[in-house]
Nanobody, 121 residues
Framework: QVQLAESGGGLVQAGGSLRLSCAASGRTASIYAMGWFRQAPGKVREFVAAINWSGGRTYYADSVKGRFTISRDNAKNTGYLQMNSLKPEDMAVYYC??????????????WGQGTQVTVSS
């Protein structure tokens, strides 16, 4: 079992930056990949980015490509999502998850509680 805890959410102006963290605990040796997803009110939860835990291969949704960067520090059992050039449409609750590294929600087994990202215009 893996436990995940997001942090770093908050309020930023459009065009600004924010860095989210996802601290993993428990059976961290079993982590294959970490993904980030987001959900805005009235919308379905959508894929943002994923990273392979060992090889570091990354995968981004088209909507964030070139603006967001996913990374990880295996020694600290922590994943990161650096968000630059934020837009109002990025406003959502952001979740990290442990799973396959794909964009499919059902391929992730463990989820964090979420952290709110608010972007003002």
């Amino acid at each position: 079992q893996v436990q995940l805890a997001e942090s770093g959410g908050g309020l930023v102006q459009a065009g600004g930056s924010l860095r989210l963290s996802c601290a993993a605990s428990g059976r961290t040796a079993s982590i294959y990949a970490m993904g980030w997803f987001r959900q805005a009110p009235g919308k379905v939860r959508e894929f943002v980015a994923a990273i392979n835990w060992s090889g570091g291969r990354t995968y981004y949704a088209d909507s964030v490509k070139g603006r967001f960067t996913i990374s990880r520090d295996n020694a600290k059992n922590t994943g990161y999502l650096q968000m630059n050039s934020l837009k109002p449409e990025d406003m959502a609750v952001y979740y990290c998850a442990d799973g396959s590294g794909s964009s499919r929600l059902h391929e992730y087994d463990y989820w964090g509680q979420g952290t709110q990202v608010t972007v003002s215009s």
